[in-house]
């Protein structure tokens, strides 16, 4: 007989899919566990799923079943079957939509197209990038502020190439009281208008600001959850300085703000590009943006930091009295770390085919203890392996749900936990205790007095091997290429092609455009420590004019 269980907990639904064996005098259950909050549609489909593993039997013997201490085993990993299970390697596109529905990062099924709704396994870990984030930016100086959602019209206009660029990504409202207004695309034409109530002098300078924010972008491009949908969670800053100089001094703060909070603690590989001209940001002098590597050798553009140099301090007059008591224009910059959109690349440069793994800072949850019986003498001991945790404040909860051990084991890798602590009635005995960690796929025996220090000594750990992996990605990855079939051949092996170029300014578009309609590939931009072109590079290699620039070209969301 199979039949579907249904346990609400927290107002949400659980499924198992269960079949009860007769075994001489007992009856056993065997369950396997379905999801939770299911559709009609995917509840049906599971079954089938499920079915197929009740018939193969998917344990001989259920491991919540009652045991004595002589018996009592941890479940190994052979027993268990996986509700997560899917290549990475062979299929992103799949692995991706598959994790976000799974770990329940976001659901795609709000009724209004491009939206999302961001469930409370992202929002944890967002909290927390954005935390750290907030910590660096506030030591560097930057202050917080709220401005409001909408922007009028009337300064939307200003800078002219600002408007040209966002207007066909801009959601307006209705005229509300005779103005028309904006959702923020992104706030330039927000904050500069009351910088210019401000700033006074010389002495005001740098003016260093920032904000935490949502912002709407009408994306006429397929959206993504959390790569690209039509509402986005970022911070802005946006600083005023008295010099240009001084103002690239500030680009080259946020790369290395870019670096400290991306790469030392989401643990994300990048490279920082100086993009061409036909892709700055609108209104910009200068853009560098940095581009994380995706696993399918596809860039995605993370943080990217604009030098706006007078055009927006032009356009909405932001002016200081120097100390020669002179009227000059602020050189205003810009940075906008997308706290969503990075989320994305740490679900895809972490995750593994058995789910999601998160470095050890942002979490949502370190440490899942799991009681493998409910004897009270193991429940005592996991309470109080909690409460040793929570005093030297590692965030940890304990599951008591009535999935079996195996089961819980799946479900906390698919969600990316970086740590698992077993507890049964053989380590109370033996006083040890038995750790999993979830980067390298490992569990080990410790002595329980070293509970503390060992999961701290694996929390740093964890975040190097991270690190380490993610590194890698970029390693051989950079190859040059002499001609437009030489860089096909290697953007076709999900690399990234380095080669020379005519001309990073207006004239060298045209060869781009040949890049992107005949490869599906981009410019990139430049290195900021500009490179030399010499031997493979020193010819455009799509013009074969004389290369002014080695440019990098890849695939990218
Ligand atoms: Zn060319």
């Known amino acids: 007989m199979t039949y579907t269980e249904i346990k609400e907990k927290e107002k949400k639904k659980y499924y198992y899919r269960a079949k009860s064996i007769r075994k001489g005098k007992k ?64 299929n992103f596109s799949g692995w991706y939509t598959e994790i976000v529905k799974s770990a329940e990062l976001g659901d795609v099924r709000y009724n209004v197209k491009g939206f999302i709704v961001f469930q409370p396994w992202s929002v944890l870990a967002m909290e927390k990038m954005y935390y750290y984030l907030e910590q660096v930016l506030q030591k560097k100086g930057h202050s917080p502020y709220w401005f409001p959602t909408v922007i009028p019209e009337e300064n939307f206009k200003k800078e002219a190439s600002h408007v040209q660029g966002f207007s066909p990504n801009v959601f307006w409202l209705k005229e509300i009281g005779g103005e028309k207004l904006a959702l923020r695309p992104t706030s330039e034409t927000a904050f500069y208008q009351m910088f210019s109530l401000w700033i006074r002098s010389y002495k005001d300078l740098p003016f260093k600001t920032y904000q935490r924010a949502n912002v709407f972008r009408y994306e006429t491009k397929a959206t993504r959850p959390f790569l690209r949908s039509r509402e986005f969670h970022w911070i802005e800053t946006h600083c005023a300085h008295d010099t240009e100089e001084n103002a690239m001094k500030q680009v080259r703060e946020d790369m290395e703000t870019t670096k400290e909070v991306l790469h030392d603690i989401f643990c994300l590989p990048f490279m920082f590009f100086e993009r061409p001209s036909w892709d700055k940001f609108p209104g910009a002098h200068r853009t560098f943006a940095a581009d994380v590597l995706n696993p399918d050798g596809k860039v995605v553009q993370q943080p990217s930091t604009h030098l706006l140099n007078q055009n927006f301090a032009k356009a909405f007059n932001v002016k200081f009295k120097d100390k020669d008591g002179e009227e000059k224009y602020c050189y205003i910059t810009c940075y906008g770390p997308a706290i969503s959109r990075i989320f994305a690349s740490v679900i895809a440069v972490h995750g593994d085919d058995k789910g999601l793994r998160f470095p050890w800072k942002i979490a949502p949850l370190q440490v899942i203890i799991i009681p493998i019986t409910q004897d009270k003498q193991v429940i005592d001991e996991v309470e109080k392996i909690k409460a040793e945790l929570e005093k030297n404040k590692i965030n940890c909860k304990i599951d008591f749900s009535d999935m079996r051990p195996g089961e819980k084991f799946y479900f906390w890798e698919m969600k990316g936990v970086p740590i698992r602590i077993e507890l049964g009635k053989q380590e109370i005995k033996n006083k040890k205790i038995t750790i999993y960690r979830r980067d390298k796929d490992e569990r080990k025996i410790f002595s329980r007095d070293k509970l503390i220090s060992e999961v701290q000594r694996l929390a740093e750990d964890i975040d190097k091997t991270l690190t380490k992996q993610a590194d890698s990605l970029f390693e051989n990855k950079i190859i040059d290429a002499e001609n437009k079939q030489e860089i096909k051949e290697v953007i076709e092996a999900g690399k990234i092609a380095r080669c020379g170029f005519c001309s990073v300014e207006k004239q060298g578009e045209k060869c781009a455009g040949v890049i992107e309609k005949d490869i599906r590939a981009f410019v990139r931009g430049t290195k900021l420590d500009k490179e030399v072109p010499k031997g493979k590079t020193s010819k455009c290699a799509i013009c074969n004019k004389k290369a002014k620039n080695v440019v990098y070209i890849a695939r990218s969301y």
């Open 27 to 90: 009856i056993e259950k065997q369950r396997v566990y379905l999801g939770a909050n299911l559709s009609k549609q995917e509840l049906l489909e599971k079954e089938k799923e499920a079915d197929k593993k009740l018939q193969e039997g998917i344990s001989k013997k259920p491991e919540n079943y009652p045991q004595t201490e002589k018996t009592e085993k941890h479940p190994s990993v052979s027993q268990k079957k996986a509700f997560f299970k899917i290549s990475k390697e062979k």
